[in-house]
């Protein structure tokens, strides 16, 4: 029955059904049923004049919106936050997605930077054979570039393990790049 008088109350629409019609189709047992879907929020009951009426949620919504000017205001204005925070959220999100995109840009000038005053530093610092131990290279670049050690070997790694066609390494030596628990000390371009 609960259900029948939910959908009674659902088919008046906007305009809702007066509390004493639904006593009239449904018997005495429809006031505990109303209360019942009230407490739950399926329900609203309003007096208008005289008489009581009741509509579903939505519709209630939709009374509201139509027959009261400051529940509209109120109802407008938060669109127009939400509509706002939804703009911010898209903004936000490509503002993140340009900052990403520009400090991958920085990073691959950097790597590009570092590739190019590392080859230089290679060339000047080999020897006969082209062997060049890593710790020359790293000084030469840390004095020049403000470049911390672990900075240098990161870099370093990364530039060897990306260009392993230009760049050849060999253990040995006492600082390096560490490869499977194995100092790479020397470094020549191939």
């Given amino acids: 029955m609960k259900e029948e008088v939910l959908q009674s109350i659902g088919s008046a629409g906007v305009q809702g059904i007066k509390k004493a019609e639904l006593k009239k189709t449904f018997g005495k047992e429809s006031d505990d049923i109303l209360e019942g879907l009230a407490r739950e929020e399926k329900i609203f009951i309003e007096k208008k004049g005289a008489a009581y009426f009741v509509w579903t949620r939505d519709n209630y919504i939709l009374h509201l919106t139509e027959n009261d000017p400051k529940f509209k205001l109120i109802l407008n204005m938060l669109v127009g936050v939400s509509h706002s925070v939804a703009r911010l959220k898209d903004h936000t999100q490509n503002l993140r997605e340009e900052m990403e995109r520009i400090s991958l840009q920085d990073d691959e000038g950097r790597i590009s930077d570092f590739e190019t005053v590392f080859d230089k530093c290679l060339r000047e610092a080999g020897t006969?054979?082209?062997?060049?131990?890593?710790?020359?290279?790293?000084?030469?670049?840390?004095?020049?570039?403000?470049?911390?050690?672990?900075?240098?070997?990161?870099?370093?790694?990364?530039?060897?393990?990306?260009?392993?066609?230009?760049?050849?390494?060999?253990?040995?030596?006492?600082?390096?790049?560490?490869?499977?628990?194995?100092?790479?000390?020397?470094?020549?371009?191939?």
Avoid at 143 to 166: C, H, M, P, T
């Fill in 128 to 190: 006969s054979i082209g062997w060049t131990p890593f710790s020359k290279v790293r000084e030469k670049i840390c004095q020049a570039g403000d470049l911390s050690r672990e900075r240098f070997y990161l870099l370093a790694g990364d530039l060897v393990e990306r260009n392993r066609d230009k760049y050849e390494i060999s253990t040995g030596g006492q600082e390096g790049i560490v490869i499977r628990g194995m100092v790479h000390g020397f470094v020549r371009s191939v």
